[in-house]
Structure formats: structure tokens, C-alpha cells
């Protein structure tokens, strides 16, 4: 199989039952060129591998540290954010 027929996942959502009738699986994928003022997915845009930082979700193990060694993620306000203009990636 070439690249053509592969796309980048970058979500998986399991029994979703908005939008329509029925019970649905939905797999978003990278790479979207609509640019819909209204997106709900933003981090779908740009077709290449990016950083994901879940603040909420922070338990302090500082693995994206170890993981990007740019020094993309920082702390403000007691926050671990991610400054994207450091990312290469």
C-alpha cells in the first residue's frame, strides 16, 4: 500500500449518537483543507505528526519533556502549556 491510500489518524471516538440516528464509530483523520470557520477539530488541519498537550490530564511525569527535547512545553501560571512556535515537529 503507498502513501496515497494511508491517512493519519489523529482520534478515535466510540459510540457517538449526535448528529443522526444509530450508534457510530468516528475516525478523524489529518489533513483537512476545508478551513470551515466553524471547526470543531482544529487540530486536524495540518496533514503532519503533532504535539498533543492535555493539560487537564497532566500528572507532573514531565515524559513530553523527555519526548521533545526542543523545550516546546513550558509552565505559566502553575499550567504545563506547549509553546508550538519552538515545535519542529
Do not use: Y
Not at 12 to 31: A, M, Y
Not at 36 to 53: A, D, T
Not at 58 to 84: A, F, K, M, S, Y
Request: contains cysteine.
Amino acid at each position: 500500500m503507498n502513501a496515497a491510500n494511508q491517512g493519519l489518524i489523529f482520534n478515535i471516538q466510540r459510540f457517538l449518537i449526535h448528529d443522526g440516528s444509530g450508534i457510530r464509530t468516528t475516525v478523524f483523520l489529518k489533513g483537512c483543507s476545508l478551513q470551515c470557520f466553524w471547526c470543531h477539530n482544529p487540530e486536524g488541519i495540518r496533514p503532519k505528526i503533532e504535539i498533543q498537550l492535555h493539560p487537564e490530564h497532566c500528572i507532573d511525569c514531565d515524559e513530553c519533556v523527555r519526548l521533545c527535547p526542543q523545550g516546546t512545553r513550558i509552565v505559566q501560571n502553575g499550567v504545563r502549556v506547549l509553546d508550538r512556535a519552538l515545535c519542529t515537529v
